[in-house]
């Protein structure tokens, strides 16, 4: 198992495929801890894989810090952490439609969470010599394409926290975190809808890759079913 004796934090992990990446990484060995807003959710993932439920709304500055402190409690070497939270609550709303306070909460929690938590968990991922940073993107936001007119909140939050992950990567490569993003496909989940291509488990599977590369392994890029992809 590649992550044997290791800690994993995976955030949004009540629904999507942020409980398939939880378990992938646990069959890996990885002591996991589970997020989620509340904490039903949270505890029942983690009782079930023997991690630690870390509670927290990523929307709100206090809600980072808490989830870096229960984290930091819990793992004080982060050798994993996974960005997948994320919310899309007016779908595909266009120019003419979109509304500042949806926009502004949506860029909190899919980019300004990604950024600062990391920020937040840097001792813990420095602690452990040779972390993964994970970001769970989308296609949606990828401009190797080109971007179509819809979903305006969404597909700006997806677009910019690429970006973090690029200035990311290279700023944390000395210190031997590897930083990438993923698009998981078209997976079926509430956000995905039941007609999506993919299960959960194949949409989780890149994570899991990007979670257990080598010390020699890309950083600052983008990836679909194990691929590098444009940007």
């Not at 930091?72 to 266009?94: R, T």
């Not at 677009?159 to 993923?182: P, Y």
């Not at 010390?215 to 600052?220: K, L, N, V």
Request: glycine residues 10%; aromatic residues 4%.
């Amino acid at each position: 198992m590649r992550l044997s004796g290791k800690n994993a934090l995976v955030t949004g992990t009540s629904r999507g495929i942020g409980p398939a990446i939880a378990r992938a990484l646990a069959a890996e060995g990885a002591h996991v801890l589970c997020h989620a807003r509340t904490e039903a959710p949270a505890k029942a993932l983690a009782e079930e894989l023997g991690g630690v439920a870390v509670v927290g709304d990523l929307s709100t500055e206090q809600g980072i810090a808490a989830i870096a402190e229960q984290a930091a409690a819990a793992a004080p070497q982060l050798h994993v952490l996974v960005h997948n939270a994320a919310i899309n609550p007016k779908g595909q709303e266009s120019i003419d439609e979109v509304e500042r306070e949806i926009f502004e909460e949506v860029m909190r929690v899919n980019v300004l969470a990604p950024l600062f938590l990391t920020q937040a968990l840097l001792g813990p991922l420095r602690a452990a010599g040779s972390a993964r940073v994970v970001v769970v993107s989308s296609g949606a936001g990828q401009f190797a394409g080109p971007l179509p007119g819809d979903g305006m909140s969404y597909r700006v939050s997806k677009a910019s926290v690429n970006a973090v992950t690029a200035v990311a990567a290279a700023a944390l490569r000395a210190d031997g975190i590897l930083v990438n993003t993923m698009n998981p496909g078209w997976v079926k989940t509430d956000m995905g809808g039941p007609g999506a291509d993919l299960t959960p488990e194949q949409g989780a599977d890149t994570a899991v890759f990007l979670s257990t590369l080598p010390d020699d392994g890309p950083t600052g890029r983008f990836f679909y079913e194990r691929r590098e992809i444009d940007w």
